[in-house]
Each structure stands twice: as C-alpha cells, then as structure tokens.
C-alpha cells in the first residue's frame, strides 16, 4: 500500500545556539551507523569517509600493542619458568578462537555495535533493553579501565625511569591524571588528530620492540647457558611435557588482558573506509578490510607475545619481577635498559609511556561508538549523548574517578579489566555460535560452540581468582542502568515521534477535516462492532456537551514494542459499518503517538485539533507506572502533557477533553 511520509510534528526545535553550544554539539556521533540517526536530534552533518584498515589498525593497536608494555611482566609472575608456554597457549587460544570470531562478528555486526548488537536481536521489551545494559556495562568496564591502567602503567614507567625517579617519586596519581586530561583533550580536539597519533606511536613502538626482541634472542644464542638453564630448571619443577601444558592452561586466565584488542577492534569499525562501492546496508569493503585489520593485528601482537615472554623469562632473574622489582610492570624496559644502555632505554620508557597514554584512544573510540548507539534510542540519555565533545567530557570525569578511587594502582585494576574483557569476548562467542546455528552451518557452529566454552571457563577462572572484578562491573552496570532509568524518567513526556506515516485514506480523512472542526475520539478497541462505536459517540457528547451536527474520527492506537523510546507513527485510515471513521495507529507509546498525530494534523490542516478522552480507572502512581512501562495507563493528562511540552504555546496548542 502507497504511503506518503511526513516529517515529525514542529514545535520541538531548539533555539539557535550559542558559539560554544555548537562548537560542543558539532559532529554527532554517527559513526557509520546504518542511515543515520532518524530523529529529532539528527545534523545534517555527513559522517566521515574513513580512513584505510591498516591506520585503523593503529588506532586499536594502541591498546591491543601496548599490553607488551606489561603482558611479559604478567606472564612471569603468573607462569614463572612456564611462561614462554603459556603464552604460545594464549597464543593459540588467540588466533584460532578470538580471531574466528571477531571475523564473524565483522561479518554480521559491520557497524560497530559488535556482539552486543547481535545478542540484541534475540530479545525484545525490556528484557532485551536490560540484557543490553548489563553487557554495556561490562563493555564500559573494560574500555574505561582500559583508559585508566593504560595511563597507570605510562606513569609507572615515567616514575620508575632511572633519569626520573627521584624527582617523580610518590605523584603517580597526579601524572596518572594529566595522562587522561590529555588523552580527553586529543579527542575534543578531533577524531581524525587521534588516528594520526595512533600511526606515530604504533609505528616507533613496534620498531622499538623488535630491536629489543632481536637484542634479547642474540644474547641467549650467544650465550648457550641460558636455554639449557631454563630447561634443566624447567624439567626440574613439572616433570615432563604433559604436565607443563596442563599447568600452563590453569594459568592461561591469567594472561589473558592481552586479548583486548579484538573488542577494540570490531568497535572501531566504522572508521575503516572500505570500497567506493560499499553502502550502509551492504558495506562489503568495509568487512573485508576489517577482517585484514583484525588478522594483521592478532599475527603481530602474537609473533611479539611469543618472544617476549621467551626472552623476558629466559633473561630477567625471577625475584625482579616481584612488586617493588625493577622489571615489575616493565619487562621489556628493563632489559631495554640492561642490554642496550640507558640513552635506547630511555627512548623506549618515552616510547612505551606514549602508547600507554594513548592506549585509551581505541577505548575512548569504542565508547563513542558504542554508547551514544544505544542509550539515547531507549531514551536513557539526554540529547547531549548523541555529541562526541560532550561524552569525551563525561567518560574523561568517570576515567579521573576510577583513578582516584584505585589510586592509579594498576594490579588493583587488572581484576576488572579481565573480566570486561573476557565477558565481552565470551559473548561474542556465544553469539556467532548462535549465528551459525541459525545459518544451519553445523560445522561452524560445532568450532564456535567449543570456543565459546573455551571463554566461558576463561572467564569463570578469572573470576573465581580475582573476584574484584566481578564487582568492580557489576558498580558499572549498576551504575548504567540506575542513570538510565532516571533519564528514561525524566524524558518520560518527550514528543519521541521520528516521522508521521500516512496511507492514502488516512490522508483523505485529514484533507477533509481542512474544512471543518477536527474531533477525535479516543477509543480503546474491543469488538468493534457498530455498538460499540455508537454508544462511545453517544458517552462522549453526553460528557462534553457536544452539539449533535458534530461529526468524530476514532483513534485506535496499538502498542508495538513499549520498551523502545524513539520510533515512527504509522496511520492507517479505514470506514468501518460504512459511516465511522477510524485512524489506526502503531506506536511505543499511546499518549506520544495521539500527540505527535494532533500536532501533525495542525501543521497539515492550520486548524486546532479537538480529542475526547473519558477518564481511567485506578490510581495515578499505578497508571503512571502501566505508562512508563508498557506506553498505557491515564493516556488523557500524559496525552497533554506531552503536548504542553512540545507546544509552549497554548493559543497553538491541540485541545485536550476529559469526560
């Protein structure tokens, strides 16, 4: 059936802004995102065109690259002697389950939303919308505590360089702050000055390490002693081949912060630019060389893991790696420094402190991408959420909080890090499973079952070894879902209406009442038949006093889905017993839909609308509550209030009547 597709009722349009309110609210946060933003709130601002994979990659590298700043430290104290196979563990843990994975959530999420998205899809009302925030709240655990230990760990490098320890001593938590300032800073500056950074910093990084890795591996082959130390010494604690590998998949949990960068990866997405051909719907392009980035990335970080740990295992003495050790938290600094001399070492303690700071830039980026995505489309997040300056400010003030409340201690942060980060890659592998199963693709979803179990005994293993985390969350989620509902509360009377649809009756309907009064009836349908419309006429005219030659139009609204914020108007027209007129209309919520369908009558027709309601029975708290939850309960006063506060004025505003 032909429809004819109006914009959203007027009166809602915000006054002209202030230079530094457009500066703030400049550039919302699209990000790829599938058409856009429909609504209200929408700028006709054009997302940016991207930018090539591999510069993409750096931007997730910087956190995914940075761990060797600490993974080698991590692994020692985790697997002492056992290191160097625990880490081919979580290297092959690695490349053949994340990996897979991440290239599959590429394939059915290309717009950033990651996991999350696709487990979206299996639930609906509020059930879904919660499910959505719990696992937002896990995703905000790891990209914060990302931004937060990444800039501990720079300033512990900072603190513990030789040239600097003296005068740095004790004021880690204020360098840990001016770190995050920073980083914050970089991205109200813009997006595209972060991606350039991130290339700088990659590039140096890794050209850095390899000098020390080839550094590290010519003094164990020169001198031979060293690997036959380590595997006499090897042989001597765990016996035989078996026995190390068990040991080293117990201990493989504990390695795993080092798999960050896949979830960093899928989240930063819509920046890769892909083919001139790609479109938002079927961005082929953008997939393709998404996947290039995440095997790229997962091959080099795993090449870097293996013989780091090899070298750092094989060359530090074990008791350096204790906390208040020189190589604590720096492994790689500290034989930078010990094998090619304090002037390199310094350069890599810069360089090191630099990817550390900056380590936060994928993280910040996914928490733009991913928050504004969700929170504002259920209405639990002001307008405001939909900027990027304006989140850089608030996710910049939660980084200065959690870094204050942890005293930028990074082994006090490690804890929850991993259980973000292995609660999100433990639901990506559940959803693609899911994905297969649904493709009928047995074989796949056979691989991804087994990974996703892999994940699940990951994560239950870190939990029950650092509680903390569990907790630390669990203050995130809590945290999301109370704001969430106070905002939802507080735009509880918002017009959310993003486009008034109307087929070709309902238009007549509209174009004839041009000409006269326009009255509404609201009507709660039953059976529909010709009894039921007459004696609501008759109840309306008796309550209202209306004269008889009036003549009424029905409402009836259906409720879609009652947990979604924002969503269109559908009208359909229709004479029922050849002499009633009745508009049908699909909403998430009756009194938006009555308003938003008055307001767009008036614009249409430059008369006042007129709508007739009778009172509902029960209380007000109870009514309210069967409206906030399921868009019923006393439509007549929420129908009025919506309209009081998309028209403030009241010579213009659609007339409300209650009998």
């Not at 006499?232 to 798999?259: C, D, E, R, W, Y």
């Amino acid at each position: 059936m032909p429809t004819t597709e109006h914009a959203p009722p007027s009166g809602t349009g915000p006054a002209a802004p202030g230079r530094l309110r457009a500066w703030m609210l400049q550039g919302l946060s699209e990000m790829g995102r599938s058409g856009g933003h429909t609504g209200p709130h929408a700028t006709a601002e054009a997302p940016h065109k991207g930018q090539p994979w591999w510069r993409v990659m750096c931007l997730t590298g910087v956190d995914y690259f940075s761990t060797l700043g600490y993974q080698p430290g991590i692994a020692a104290l985790a697997a002492g002697l056992l290191s160097p196979i625990a880490t081919i563990v979580l290297v092959v843990v690695t490349l053949a389950g994340a990996l897979p994975v991440y290239r599959r959530v590429a394939e059915e999420s290309p717009h950033g939303e990651g996991s999350i998205a696709m487990l979206e899809r299996l639930l609906s009302f509020w059930q879904g919308k919660l499910f959505v925030l719990t696992l937002l709240g896990f995703a905000a655990t790891d990209f914060l505590i990302t931004i937060t230990l990444s800039a501990a760990d720079a300033s512990t490098h900072l603190v513990e360089n030789p040239h600097l320890t003296g005068v740095l001593h004790d004021r880690q938590l204020l360098i840990t702050l001016v770190l995050v300032a920073l980083l914050g800073a970089v991205f109200l500056k813009g997006f595209l000055e972060a991606i350039g950074v991130a290339v700088a910093l990659v590039g140096t990084y890794l050209a850095l390490n390899a000098v020390v890795v080839v550094a590290g591996l010519y003094h164990i082959v020169t001198a031979g002693h060293v690997i036959t130390d380590w595997s006499s010494a090897l042989t001597t604690q765990h016996g035989n081949v078996f026995l190390m590998i068990g040991v080293a998949l117990l201990v493989f949990p504990k390695l795993a912060l080092g798999l960050s960068g896949f979830e960093t990866g899928v989240a930063v997405m819509p920046h890769v630019k892909g083919d001139p051909g790609d479109t938002e719907e079927e961005p082929v392009g953008r997939i393709r060389d998404t996947k290039k980035l995440l095997t790229t990335a997962a091959l080099i970080m795993s090449g870097f893991l293996i013989t780091t740990s090899f070298i750092t295992t094989l060359l530090i003495p074990e008791k350096e790696f204790e906390p208040g050790g020189a190589a604590n938290g720096r492994a790689l600094a500290y034989l930078a420094h010990d094998y090619l001399g304090n002037a390199f070492g310094t350069v890599y303690d810069v360089s090191t402190i630099s990817i550390l700071w900056f380590a936060g830039a994928s993280a910040m980026a996914g928490l733009l991408n991913l928050m504004p995505r969700y929170l504002p489309r259920y209405g639990m997040a002001p307008h405001w959420a939909r900027a990027v300056r304006p989140m850089v400010i608030v996710f910049t003030l939660i980084a200065f909080l959690v870094t204050w409340i942890f005293d930028a201690d990074v082994d006090a942060q490690g804890g929850a890090y991993a259980t973000g980060v292995l609660v999100l890659i433990s639901s990506a592998a559940i959803a693609v499973t899911i994905a297969a199963r649904r493709a009928r693709q047995r074989n796949w979803t056979i691989a991804f079952a087994v990974i996703s179990a892999v994940f699940l005994y990951t994560t239950v293993a870190n939990v029950i070894e650092r509680p903390d985390g569990v907790k630390i969350g669990a203050c995130f989620i809590a945290g999301i879902i109370l704001i969430s509902l106070l905002s939802r509360l507080a735009r509880a009377f918002e017009l959310r209406v993003t486009s008034v649809t109307l087929d070709p009756m309902a238009e007549r309907f509209v174009r004839d009442m041009a000409s006269r009064r326009a009255r509404f009836i609201a009507n709660e349908p039953d059976r529909r038949d010709i009894a039921e419309y007459r004696d609501k006429i008759e109840q309306i005219r008796q309550d209202n006093d209306v004269p008889e030659p009036e003549d009424f139009t029905f409402v009836e609204v259906t409720v879609t889905d009652p947990s979604e914020f924002e969503s269109g108007l559908t009208v359909r027209g229709e004479v029922l017993h050849n002499r009633y007129r009745v508009l049908t209309l699909e909403s998430s919520s009756i009194p938006n839909a009555l308003a938003a369908l008055l307001l767009h009558i008036r614009d249409t027709t430059g008369r006042i609308p007129h709508i007739y309601f009778e009172w509902t029975e029960g209380g007000p708290f109870a009514n309210f509550l069967r409206f906030f939850l399921f868009g019923q309960g006393e439509v007549a006063p929420v129908t009025r209030e919506v309209l009081r506060e998309a028209e403030p004025d009241r010579r213009r505003r659609p007339r409300v009547h209650v009998g």
